[in-house]
């Protein structure tokens, strides 16, 4: 089973829409990350979680929101979808013992139509 | 800020020889830890090699290897003996390594490898 997965993997939606992206871990780690990855730019910061209590927003935030619901669990929130929002979206995880490595879960694709 | 920057979009090489991909990045810390990832066709994000900046022995895994000069702030990826399965996107990553640091990867816009049959 993988360690960390994403939900869904791909998602159409229009413009406007509301839609929520999940993240959950098994490995027990206490550090989270949602980037996102545009071609010819690699990936992005848009939000990262330390712990449950603790949220920072990353270099892309605008037009985001984030939860941290529990420590294997950290969703990604567009309030109103818009079209250059359309990418793929990565959650990764860290450990705070070996900060150094971050795992990724599979991608999610989104497309704002 | 840091900044990481891969200037080969695509490269190509042939089965069983070797390929070096290029990555430069920008910092003004003098402690930090540099990635090479790799992206499939399947999009997962795996993990190839890591160095740290202290370290002055290149890091080595496999067939991967690293050449990393400080000075230049330079840290290429060395692949030997070519396989089929190295055809990927390629991203170069920078991270702080002090305290309070943020964790977060800075990624170079990556490279596009082909391996021919």
């Known amino acids: 089973d993988a360690d960390v997965t994403q939900t869904p993997r791909n998602r159409i939606t229009k413009t406007g829409k509301r839609i929520m992206l999940e993240c959950s871990q098994t490995?027990?780690?206490?550090?989270m990350y949602w980037y996102r990855q545009d071609p010819g730019l690699g990936l992005r910061l848009i939000y990262y979680s330390f712990d449950v209590k603790d949220i920072n927003k990353g270099e892309i935030s605008d037009g985001y929101s984030v939860s941290r619901q529990a420590q294997a669990k950290f969703s990604l929130s567009l309030e109103s979808a818009i079209p250059n929002q359309t990418a793929l979206y990565f959650c990764?995880?860290?450990?705070?013992?070996?900060?150094?490595?971050?795992?990724f879960g599979p991608g999610t694709r989104l497309t704002v139509l | 800020a840091q900044t990481v920057t891969q200037s080969q979009p695509e490269m190509s090489v042939q089965e069983a020889e070797t390929v070096t991909l290029s990555c430069t990045y920008d910092?003004?810390?003098?402690?930090?830890?540099l990635f090479w990832y790799k992206q499939p066709p399947s999009r997962q994000m795996i993990l190839v090699i890591r160095?740290?900046?202290?370290?002055?022995q290149n890091a080595t895994e496999n067939r991967f290897s690293v050449n990393f000069q400080k000075a230049a702030k330079s840290f290429s990826l060395k692949i030997s003996d070519s396989q089929l399965g190295d055809a990927a996107m390629y991203f170069c990553a920078y991270r702080t390594l002090g305290g309070g640091a943020t964790n977060k990867l800075i990624f170079g816009t990556g490279t596009l490898l082909a391996v021919q049959p």
């Open positions: 160095q740290e900046a202290y370290k002055q």
């Open positions: 990764a995880t860290s450990d705070v013992s070996a900060p150094n490595e971050q795992f």
């Open positions: 910092t003004s810390e003098s402690d930090y830890y």
């Open positions: 490995k027990g780690h206490d550090r």
